[in-house]
């Protein structure tokens, strides 16, 4: 099969659905003798030194994957200006780039700007191909998410556009059983064209490892109770409560919670942090792949944390990372979300009502003080695992494309 990708995140970019997609992508080239071509923007976040680019497009290929790189703006994205500029340069660059793409089976966008999906609708009709929606996020209600702008206008377009492209695609794919239910009952999807694959981690790659590592020595972690969030500092996760329920932790001086990666939210809770004086709270730079293992080694537990109300329009990620690591997690999220249904089906964590500090903290106790159930709870975790792995989603991709290549085509 040709396989055509639409998303702004793709290598070297550090964000979630960046390195899912390529891990995608790749594993298509590689498992199943796919032809993988992926409309991407500019990395932001790769730590790389990228040489300027002159072109609105440019071709590059790595692992196997032909990149057509829109080449739009790459500011830092601290404000809706600029997130909007990336998006909106990033959307004309990607019109020009399906120019270049030939003739695809399956022409597929995820949701990294918003809008991307309809240059990935007007390329599947003009080349003959099928159209397959990959819902990372809902919108307009993750638009909630950008606290400096509020427009219903803008929200009522965002709607309008992924209502048409649930409504277009030949297949959707929703994140869980809860994003299923929003778009068939809220967006009016046809539930018979509505696939659920959850997203992944490697298993291989991530396994649980010794807390006694040269991460945890070089930060005094060995002797501390470690409750770690690992990943985007991003406004999702509503981290002001992480930073509430620390304060009201100072006495319990074995525990220590450890913010890892960078994002919007970083700075403004660094010097929230320093603010209250909390001693408690650790903040470390984002930890590349290849000493991801050491660090989620170091904690004992994890954060996944999503803010009230944004249960099934979007899905944290990095859940899966935290079970193929084989450690537990305060689920501080709806209690109908994909994160705590995982939690309570496999019994790999502890639930914590989102937006609440003292129920926060008293599930981190929970844990620290329970030690023998926390580990319980960590093996668990991993088993359950499995059942997310890479290979499994990889694989529920390409049984998926193929079934909508084979369709016959409407009359």
């Keep these: 099969m040709k396989i055509c990708f639409f998303n702004r995140s793709y290598w070297p970019d550090q964000a979630a659905t960046g390195q899912l997609l390529t891990e995608l992508a790749q594993d298509l080239v590689s498992r199943h003798g796919c032809e993988v071509t992926v409309v991407a923007g500019r990395p932001l976040h790769s730590g790389a030194v990228e040489r300027r680019r002159l072109a609105p497009v440019s071709r590059e290929t790595h692992g196997g994957v032909t990149i057509l790189r829109a080449n739009g703006t790459r500011f830092r994205p601290r404000r809706f200006a600029r997130r909007a500029t990336n998006y909106l340069t990033y959307f004309a660059s990607a019109v020009l780039a399906s120019l270049q793409v030939g003739r695809p ?5 995820l949701t990294d700007p918003p809008i991307v999906g309809l240059a990935a609708r007007w390329t599947a009709r003009r080349t003959g191909a099928r159209f397959v929606y990959v819902c990372e996020d809902i919108f307009p209600e993750g638009a909630a998410l950008l606290e400096d702008f509020h427009n219903d206008r803008v929200n009522r377009i965002l709607d309008r556009v992924n209502r048409y492209l649930v409504r277009e695609a030949d297949a959707t794919v929703a994140l869980g059983g809860r994003m299923q239910r929003r778009l068939v009952e809220e967006k009016g999807a046809d539930p018979a064209r509505v696939a659920i694959i959850h997203n992944w981690a490697d298993c291989d790659a991530i396994a649980p490892g010794p807390k006694d590592n040269a991460f945890t020595r070089a930060h005094g972690l060995a002797d501390r109770f470690v409750l770690m969030h ?10 002001d409560v992480l930073i509430e329920a620390a304060s009201r932790l100072v006495s319990r001086e074995r525990i220590v919670i450890a913010i890892v990666g960078d994002g919007a939210k970083r700075e403004g809770l660094e010097r929230e942090a320093a603010r209250r004086g909390l001693a408690n709270v650790r903040f470390f730079p984002y930890q590349p792949k290849a000493l991801l293992h050491e660090s989620f080694a170091a904690a004992d537990a994890f954060l996944v944390s999503l803010k009230a109300g944004l249960e099934g329009y979007m899905v944290p ?44 903290a008293g599930a981190i106790v929970s844990l620290a003080d329970d030690p023998a ?39």
Aim: overall charge positive; proline content about 5%.
């Design 105 to 109: 089976d399956i022409v597929v966008s």
């Design 230 to 239: 690992s990943g985007n500092v991003g406004l999702s996760q509503n981290l």
């Design 317 to 360: 990620s990095k859940v899966y990372g935290v079970l193929a690591a084989g450690r537990p997690y305060v689920a501080a999220v709806d209690f109908s979300s994909e994160v705590a249904t995982i939690a309570r089906d496999h019994g790999c964590g502890v639930l914590a009502a989102p937006g609440d500090p003292d129920a926060l």
């Design 373 to 411: 159930t926390t580990r319980a709870m960590g093996q668990r975790a991993r088993t359950a695992a499995l059942q997310f792995d890479r290979r499994i989603a990889v694989r529920a991709y390409h049984d998926l494309f193929a079934r909508v290549a084979g369709r016959p085509r409407p009359a």
